[in-house]
């Protein structure tokens, strides 16, 4: 089975503290994705990455960044965390192409104070 | 830009009922459609999906037809059980895509 791991369930940070969200997955997919999901609004895309080192923005990528170091891996960073980015924020990886699937980790709740 | 559109929820039924999801799209060309489910304190799960007009996604007793005329993807289950209480999520990719275009959700209560 696809397994996608988020570092934490719930989170509690500081307003303008630098935060770390990890995403780990064990399929060697090339596609990894963060989103972001608010009531009324679905899931919003903030950035993705399609192998190791690149990365593309998503359709809210304001105050947010990336990184992915391995292929593995995919880190969402809020470098000075603000209250409306408190959220929930699922990550998902794919293969890729024409008929790839989605998959998504339980997702970080995190909650800017 | 490239759009969908989901009825608004909650939705409210009793078990063994029978259970229509509305979904729309605004796309241009040939989009794969998807049905993603989310069960309380999880991920989503894709629950169906289908890449050209008049395809037919079928899953757990869910399905969704693709009909390019009307560009709509409705979800539908003939009788449904409490285990189905969840968040129903319609999605759209472009062709040769890899992002995904959600629509909002749509909670689905079901009653014993």
């Known amino acids: 089975d696809v397994k996608v791991t988020q570092s934490s369930r719930y989170l509690v940070k500081r307003t303008g503290e630098k935060v770390f969200l990890e995403c780990v997955q064990d399929m060697d997919h090339e596609n990894m994705f963060w989103y972001r999901q608010d009531p009324g609004l679905g899931l919003r895309l903030i950035y993705f990455s399609y192998d190791v080192k690149m990365k593309e923005k998503g359709d809210i990528p304001e105050g947010y960044s990336v990184s992915r170091e391995k292929k593995e891996r995919f880190s969402l960073i809020l470098e000075s965390a603000s209250t409306n980015q408190t959220s929930m924020y699922l990550c998902?990886?794919?293969?890729?192409?024409?008929?790839?699937?989605?998959?998504f980790g339980p997702g970080t709740r995190l909650t800017v104070t | 830009g490239d759009s969908v559109t989901q009825m608004e929820g909650p939705v409210t039924l009793s078990e063994e009922a029978f259970l229509t999801i509305n979904c729309t799209y605004t796309?241009?060309?040939?989009?794969?459609l998807f049905w993603y489910v989310q069960y309380p304190g999880e991920g989503l799960q894709l629950l169906l999906k289908a890449t050209k007009a008049d395809d037919k996604g079928s899953n757990k007793g869910f399905e969704a037809t693709y009909r390019k005329e009307t560009t709509s993807f409705h979800l539908e289950k003939g009788s449904v059980q409490v285990s189905d209480s969840a968040v129903y999520f319609c999605?759209?990719?472009?062709?040769?895509?890899?992002?995904?275009?959600f629509g909002a959700g749509t909670i689905l209560r079901v009653k014993s």
């Open positions: 998902a990886s794919s293969f890729g192409g024409p008929r790839d699937e989605q998959y």
């Open positions: 999605a759209l990719r472009k062709l040769g895509g890899n992002k995904l275009v």
């Open positions: 796309a241009t060309g040939y989009p794969s």
